[in-house]
């Protein structure tokens, strides 16, 4: 027995969830039949856990919606953004500050400039706001300023970056990484939860298979195995999940169906100029009817989106 085999708490009954050597794969004593490590695992807390990001609740029976463009990209563009947002039931703002693009030729986001707006955006509408964090040299900055702290999928195994947003007390935001198994997700959260910060909502935004139809493939059986697995509230992005604005309404109402704890989506007040990611966000217009609908499909499962 070394360190990394020792048991995280000797009185517990759950057995080799936490080792790194085991063939867990065929060991019938791992719930599940995949490894789930022991803090994230439902087996040692059954009750769901409910993220608070200040005074939001994602977990509840309620489901709740995140809106906002890709990027924060101007004053006007955002409070149109947040305004429409909150108008049509959207309960959190999201908005990237800080972009992870895959050409440095792309517009990168507007840094601390960006943050500053989300900060006074959020006070002006009430919406808590969201918005990623890229590098651990940035925690304490983004902190300052967000509601909750977004790893991205290209982060999800940033394990430096993983343990020190679970230094902070704030609300993490974890994306599934675009190759990463549901095994290696829950692994990633499982570094945010030892750090002592229990406050983390898993999101699934598409993984990379061989369909090229569609900006990534929507695992939407990702949700009842997350559910099934770990205690942790799960949300769904169908924008990235797609790529393809007139995709996204479909997979939103899938996603809740299937049991999804809220959702993450692109809307920007004018699709067509958008600097990133224009063609999967969602118009105001479209974003209000989407919310309609989703609620009819909540209360059909015995959930509730309140609509203003
Ligand atoms: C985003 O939500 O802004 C984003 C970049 O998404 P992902 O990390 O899932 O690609
Ligand atoms: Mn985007």
């Not at 969201?130 to 300023?145: P, S």
């Not at 967000?146 to 790893?151: E, Y």
């Not at 095994?183 to 910060?197: P, V």
């Not at 169908?238 to 809740?256: D, E, F, I, N, Q």
Request: net charge neutral.
């Amino acid at each position: 027995m070394n360190k990394y085999t020792r048991k995280l708490k000797p009185d517990t009954n759950l057995k080799g969830e936490y080792t790194m050597e085991s063939n867990h794969f065929n060991d019938p004593a791992i719930f599940g039949g995949c490894s789930v490590p022991i803090r994230v695992n439902r087996k040692s807390k059954p009750d769901a856990t409910v993220v608070n990001i200040n005074g939001i609740r994602i977990g509840s029976s309620e489901v709740v919606v995140i809106a906002g463009p890709c990027a924060v990209e101007s004053h006007e563009q955002l409070i149109e953004t947040a305004i429409a947002v909150k108008a049509a039931g959207g309960m959190i703002l999201r908005g990237g500050a800080f972009k992870p693009r895959s050409s440095p030729y792309n517009f990168q986001g507007l840094g601390e400039e960006g943050l500053k707006m989300l900060r006074d955006i959020s006070r002006e509408t009430g919406l808590p706001v969201v918005t990623e964090v890229m590098d651990t040299r940035q925690v304490e900055l983004v902190a300052g300023y967000a509601d909750m702290l977004q790893v991205g999928s290209r982060n999800m195994q940033n394990y430096p970056l993983l343990k020190e947003v679970g230094t902070h007390r704030k609300p993490v935001l974890l994306k599934r990484g675009m190759m990463a198994t549901i095994e290696e997700f829950l692994l990633a959260a499982e570094y945010i939860l030892n750090q002592g910060n229990e406050q983390v909502v898993l999101c699934e935004r598409g993984i990379r298979t061989f369909e090229t139809s569609t900006r990534n493939t929507l695992d939407l059986s990702a949700v009842p195995m997350l559910k099934h697995l770990t205690h942790l509230p799960v949300i769904v992005d169908p924008s990235h999940g797609t790529g393809h604005r007139w995709m996204v309404p479909a997979m939103a109402k899938a996603a809740v169906a299937v049991g999804a704890d809220g959702l993450i989506i692109e809307v920007h007040h004018k699709p067509e100029e958008a600097l990133c990611d224009g063609y999967q966000s969602l118009s105001p217009n479209e974003f209000a009817r989407l919310m309609t609908d989703l609620k009819k499909i909540a209360l059909a499962i015995g959930r509730d989106i309140t609509l203003p």
